[in-house]
């Protein structure tokens, strides 16, 4: 595989990183279905990953999910909600509070990652602002996946893909946004996983 190619093939049944999500009550399995994607990605690599982040944490139920998944790594976790950043910490997991708007606040971020999850804002522009303040902490080989792609948006991301692709960034998207879970759509449900060279 050469470093601009990746495809992303989902489990074919419910994995032990949904039951997780679900245990944890994370919206990512059930709702959206990304983690039988992340088991695809993050399988081979389980037992190596050391470090975690995820921008947008709402909580701390995702965190949590990594911690439980991924059994020798460090979780971090940020947030612009005090409230959230406060009742998400626990063990194995450090948060920090961070504006993604604010390059003081995001370059004051620790770094050194093996994984990086944006699902913070969800727009086209503060994916992109984040991503290009914060690839610089993703170790090389490292997984950044941007979540909850605006559908409106899908576009602005499929021609982004050619120029991160000539950076040197392998790219995927996994556009799910005809996702419909008990009769409702659900909407902003695409996911852009990247990997460093």
């Keep these: 595989m050469t470093p601009t190619q990746i495809h992303v093939e989902p489990a074919d049944h419910a994995t032990d990183l949904c039951a997780l999500c679900d245990k944890h009550g994370s919206d990512k399995s059930v709702r959206h279905d990304y983690t039988r994607y ?6 081979p690599i389980r037992e190596k990953v050391a470090r975690v982040f995820e921008l947008g944490i709402f909580g701390g139920s995702s965190l949590r999910m990594w911690r439980d998944y991924f059994p020798n790594a460090t979780i971090v976790g940020a947030d ?3 409230g959230m950043v ?3 910490r626990g063990e194995r997991i ?11 606040q995001v370059s004051a971020l620790p ?3 093996d994984i990086m999850i944006d699902d913070a804002l969800h727009t086209f522009q503060d994916n992109v602002r984040f991503f290009e303040w914060s690839k610089h902490k993703l170790r090389p080989g490292g997984i950044y996946v941007m979540e909850d792609l605006p559908e409106h948006e899908l576009g602005y991301f499929k021609a982004l893909m050619p120029k991160m692709r000539l ?3 392998a790219c995927h998207l996994v556009d799910r946004h005809d996702r419909v879970v008990n009769g409702e759509a659900i909407p902003d449900n695409s996911l852009l996983v990247l990997r460093a060279r």
């Design 111 to 113: 770094g050194d990652f």
């Design 86 to 88: 406060s009742a998400a």
């Design 94 to 104: 450090e948060t920090y509070l961070c504006d993604e708007t604010n390059e003081a």
């Design 80 to 82: 612009i909600d005090p």
């Design 38 to 43: 992340y088991a695809a990605i993050f399988r």
């Design 167 to 169: 950076d040197g960034w």
